[in-house]
């Protein structure tokens, strides 16, 4: 078991404990958009991102596939279409360096090699440490306060390169939440 | 409601609160009780106040003292200089022309007309009430008691068109959906803005989301639709949460639900996520994504005011389209009309973005121009630079020169002057920024959004990405700017959708405006010895 988890890439062929199964079960049964009964995938993924560590595990969408009524395959095509989800195990923290026109032209390309450097890994990787995953995002929507990043749901703006070790320590710092 | 003898405005929008605006907020609360101030100073919660680069800023009324910059251990200075002995704390005082309005009635005898913008700043967005005072949901319920052609009719005297960037005459769309014959229409509001250098549509869903549930009422009622969904980007989590607390609040009051107003007429709305791609505020492409589908665009006719989500007829509009609404509808079409210009009704909400010492976002009627935009609102460019290039619509917009600065932005300049308006962007660059590297991101933003649907786009962009590459690399081939020229025309001729149709406008606007920097460029480059056989 031990060797299993070392070779496999984390969660890829776990298979799911009974208390996965119940979640998922529960979480397709409550996730219902109010007045129609109607389930939005996008909420639901959102949801097991929050519970499986920023991405989202084969097995677990093989079983969310199952629940909601649809194909493996056209749910994996799915997830695969938006950039906010991902289907590879990503770092605790997503930082997403908004590196779009007015970004650009405010200094987004040295906001990115210094985290860059901070970190020592390039865009789409996740440190060794599996603290940080580092993308590149296109407009985040908050251009009037450029450079911008985003660290999960709470956005940065107004950076200079300066600032990052700072932000950084302070999420590092912020434990496991 | 309680009576205050002075009110202290805290703006909650997200760039304040990224600043610290909450903890302000808390800090303040704290020490009014302390001082037991309670019962004579409240504390307001306001969407954005229209200045930005000034930190937090605190609004204390009636007094209309502004104090930027505000950090947690100022706030006892101002307690207890200012609400207890009311003494100005000057040290912090900053000047209220930075306020839009303000500065512009000072420089140019111009100023802002808010429509769309009436309430951001100045109301509670949380507080039903607070928009219920100032005519919130009178509109809806003008609108009930007509007869829904007659709507119609308001909406399309005003000549109200789109806000998204097509500007689609919007009493057309909903007349267009209104005579289709189908017990389930739909009303969806796009609210997935992606256009790089828009934040306008998050910031009046912030500050002013009852609104948007007033005017999607309202066109549900006047369309025959009884289920409204509004798609809002999913970085957007303020304007998600504030706008299920506004429908929640309008459900508790019957402006939501089954019988509206006790007219019997039944209407209700949900909030969908987006996932984080350009391409979905494509409306067809959002129609898709709310079924739980790649967002992918669809062929066009049928439209989506004939078989829109899950094919029955949709209003799709944008969300400041919306926001003019019910300030039609409660003051008539001809009061619209006298604002802008003859081809172009109202107004248009610019977002100020780049090299610009007041960045942030301005409502002014149509016709205003880029100089007033950049000088007079936006107070010119940082450092007293000299402008570079200005891009505006977006990414998908086109990138202008200082001569472009006094030609009257509306819908018919914008054809006969190549200018794009699209969503309102106007990004300044000094001169100083490369513009090469730039449109090397702008290529990258559309190789990178492209939805991989058709070949001319998918293909195309990449070329264009590594075209754009070489040149800034100085490693282009002698034929690369021929073969731009080819490559822009196929991808507005052949591309499935709008994405890639306006992708080359930002390189063609470019190449108009700029040649002498693509000339250089091909002059200054070599070919790697790798490459030399293959071109
Ligand atoms: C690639 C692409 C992206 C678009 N993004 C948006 C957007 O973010 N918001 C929006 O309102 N319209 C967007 N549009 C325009 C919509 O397709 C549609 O025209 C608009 O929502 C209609 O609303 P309106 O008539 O009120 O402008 C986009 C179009 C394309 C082709
Ligand atoms: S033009 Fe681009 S975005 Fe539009 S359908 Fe084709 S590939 Fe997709
Ligand atoms: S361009 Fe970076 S947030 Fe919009
Ligand atoms: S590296 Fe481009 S063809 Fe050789």
């Known amino acids: ?177 | 409601m309680k009576l205050f003898s002075t009110q202290i405005i805290v703006p909650v929008d997200s760039n304040s609160v990224l600043q610290g605006a909450l903890e302000i907020r808390h800090v303040l609360e704290e020490t009014i009780a302390k001082f037991n101030l309670g019962s004579q100073v409240s504390v307001v919660e306001t969407g954005s106040l229209g200045i930005y680069d000034r930190g937090v800023v605190l609004a204390v009324f009636p007094d209309d003292v502004y104090y930027g910059n505000v950090i947690p251990s100022d706030v006892e200075e101002i307690v207890t200089e200012h609400l207890l002995k009311g003494r100005v704390v000057s040290r912090l005082a900053i000047d209220r022309s930075l306020s839009f309005k303000r500065l512009v009635e000072k420089e140019s005898g111009k100023s802002q007309q808010k429509i769309v913008l009436r309430n951001a700043g100045l109301i509670d967005p949380e507080n039903i009430d607070e928009y219920i005072a100032r005519d919130g949901y009178g509109a809806l319920a003008k609108a009930l008691a007509m007869q829904p052609g007659e709507v119609i009719q308001i909406l399309t005297d005003s000549k109200l068109q789109g806000r998204g960037g097509a500007g689609f005459p919007t009493g057309l769309k909903w007349a267009m959906v209104a005579k289709e014959q189908s017990e389930e229409k739909y009303i969806v509001c796009n609210a997935d803005e992606g256009e790089p250098g828009t934040f306008k549509d998050r910031l009046i869903l912030e500050g002013d989301p009852h609104s948007i549930v007033e005017a999607m009422t309202i066109a549900g009622y006047a369309t025959g639709a009884h289920v409204g969904i509004a798609y809002v980007r999913g970085e957007y989590f303020m304007s998600i949460a504030r706008l299920k607390k506004a429908i929640k609040d309008a459900q508790a009051y019957g402006l939501l639900g089954d019988d509206i107003l006790g007219t019997g007429f039944k209407f209700d709305i949900e909030v969908y996520r987006g996932g984080g791609a350009y391409v979905c505020g494509e409306e067809f492409a959002l129609l898709e994504s709310i079924e739980n589908r790649r967002g992918e665009p669809r062929n066009k006719p049928p439209f989506p005011p004939q078989q829109g989500l899950f094919s029955k007829p949709t209003v799709v509009n944008n969300v400041e389209t919306f926001a003019n609404v019910p300030s039609i509808l409660l003051n008539g079409s001809d009061w619209f009309k006298s604002f802008g210009t003859p081809s172009s009704a109202g107004t248009k909400v610019f977002s100020l973005s780049g090299d610009i010492v007041n960045r942030g976002i301005v409502e002014v009627p149509f016709g205003v121009t880029l100089r007033e935009l950049i000088y007079d609102f936006g107070g010119g460019v940082k450092g007293g630079k000299h402008i570079g290039f200005i891009q505006t619509g977006g990414s998908a917009g086109t990138v202008l020169n200082d001569k472009y600065l006094d030609i009257p932005l509306d819908f018919a300049s914008m054809k006969a002057y190549n200018v794009s308006i699209g969503s309102g962007v106007v990004l300044v660059a000094a001169s100083d920024v490369p513009l090469l590297p730039f449109l090397a991101e702008v290529a990258h933003f559309f190789w990178h959004e492209s939805c991989g649907k058709c070949t001319p786009c998918r293909e195309g962009t990449l070329q264009v990405k590594a075209i754009m590459d070489a040149l800034v690399n100085r490693t282009a081939d002698p034929a690369s700017l021929q073969r731009l020229g080819v490559l822009l025309n196929l991808l507005s001729d052949t591309s499935f959708c709008g994405l890639g149709q306006a992708a080359p406008l930002a390189f063609e606007s470019a190449l108009r405006n700029f040649q002498s920097e693509f000339d250089t460029a091909l002059a200054e480059s070599h070919v790697p010895e790798t490459c030399q056989e293959e071109t």
């Open chain 1, 1 to 177: 078991m031990e060797l299993d988890n070392v070779t496999r890439p984390a969660g890829q062929a776990q298979p799911l404990s009974d208390e996965d199964k119940r979640f998922l079960r529960e979480l397709v049964e409550t996730n219902r958009i109010e007045h129609h009964g109607r389930l939005s995938y996008m909420d639901i993924m959102f949801d097991l991102e929050h519970r499986y560590g920023n991405s989202l595990p084969g097995p677990v969408l093989g079983e969310v596939a199952r629940l909601v009524g649809t194909s493996p395959a056209q749910l994996n095509g799915f997830v695969t279409f938006y950039t906010m989800l991902s289907t590879t195990p990503r770092g605790k923290h997503v930082i997403r360096v908004c590196t779009s026109g007015p970004c650009h032209v405010s200094g987004a390309p040295a906001i990115l090699s210094s985290l860059r450097q901070l970190l020592g890994v390039d865009i789409g990787e996740t440190t060794p440490d599996g603290m940080f995953a580092l993308e590149a995002s296109s407009c985040l929507g908050i251009c009037g306060v450029s450079p911008t990043l985003m660290i999960d749901d709470d956005a940065y703006g107004n950076l200079t390169p300066e600032d990052l070790p700072r932000i950084l320590n302070a999420k590092r710092a912020g434990g496991t939440q």
